[in-house]
């Protein structure tokens, strides 16, 4: 497996590789849950990819087909990056190339001076125990005590990733929206660098099981998206 810049190779202008790309975010959503439910939305989200300001990665399998796909967003002047989306075929899911494209990542980000990097993840299919209840009035007082099954969630955790905030109801009645983010370097009470490689407790190797949104992401292990 190599991982590939998508807009710096030459490939950008190829349409075989746009497509093929576009073709494993449509399939790791097969089931329609986010906005990739038709071939040119997924066309546009990866030629978008490829705008001023974005990094664009995609794993290739040995026969150099396109097997995975990451993107994210620069913000907040360019300290803080949006991981989006994070897709991974089905056929080649629970081989650790969501973790692979995530780290080649954060690398990116960190040359370009990125410090955070941040995505957003939703629970429409009762895969976390905050699914189907009311988070208010007490938002934060549920927000400690999220835990999930199968979802994204784990996996990112598992990268170092924490809870930031939730979207209450934001797909719906119940239907939340987790944000996460991670951070990458700070210089903070220090004039080095000094670059996170925190992990949450318990970490283990990946599994690749489906694709989440920026989530929103696609490969994580059976107990943990995006």
Known sequence: MRIVDLATTGTAEDESVIGGVAAVLLSAFADGSFAWSSMEAALTE??????PGRLSLMALSDNGAPVGWIAAIAGYQGHTWELHPLAVSPAHQRRGIGRTLTGQLEARVRERGGRNL??????????????????????????????SDGHPIGF?????????????????????????????????GSTQDVRSTHTAPGSRGDSDRAVSKS???????AGGMS
């Open 46 to 51: 990866v030629r978008e990819s490829l705008r």
């Open 118 to 147: 941040w995505l957003t993840t939703d629970d429409s299919t009762g895969q976390t125990n905050l699914f189907d209840i009311d988070l208010y009035p007490d938002v934060l007082a549920h927000l400690t005590r999220l835990a």
């Open 156 to 188: 990112y955790r598992r990268l170092g990733f924490v809870i930031t905030g939730v979207i209450p109801d934001a797909y719906g009645l119940g239907r939340h929206e987790f944000v996460m983010a991670k951070r990458l370097s700070c210089t903070i």
């Open 215 to 221: 989530e929103t992401v696609a490969d994580w292990d």
